[in-house]
């Protein structure tokens, strides 16, 4: 009933940049809070960064690096990602947290996730 769709990992050398997207489609009613985590190979999932109406909030890591960001008429989260190091490398999942509509009845606040893009840091 809702999708998440992601795009932009890849592969990319030390000190360069990527930037993720996440689109979320369906019958949505409302988004709250916006967000990306990611996985690396043996390591829990970890949180990068979150985006809602109060601002944002990032992980120490990628502090001064990452930089999150929403378009709310089109339902999508960004997430820039600058001077990247090689343990950057990992699995990248957006997050959102909405409320959509199942035929006519509105949903309470539900958790998705995207399916996860791959990037990896590295010469």
């Known amino acids: 009933q809702v999708q998440l769709v992601e795009s932009g990992g890849g592969l990319v050398q030390p000190g360069g940049s990527l930037r993720l997207s996440c689109a979320a489609s369906?019958?949505?009613?409302?988004?709250?809070?916006m967000g990306w985590y990611r996985q690396a190979a043996g390591k829990e999932r970890e949180l990068v960064a979150t985006?809602?109406?109060?601002?944002?909030n990032y992980v120490d890591s990628v502090k001064g690096r990452f930089t999150i960001s929403r378009d709310n008429v089109k339902n999508t989260v960004f997430l820039q990602m600058n001077s990247l190091k090689p343990d950057d490398t990992a699995v990248y999942y957006c997050?959102?947290?909405?409320?959509?509509?199942?035929?006519?009845?509105?949903?309470?606040?539900?958790?998705?996730w995207g399916q996860g893009t791959q990037v990896t840091v590295s010469l």
């Open positions: 369906g019958r949505i009613y409302s988004i709250g809070a």
């Open positions: 985006i809602t109406r109060g601002g944002t």
């Open positions: 997050y959102t947290n909405l409320r959509y509509y199942s035929g006519s009845y509105l949903r309470n606040l539900e958790d998705y």
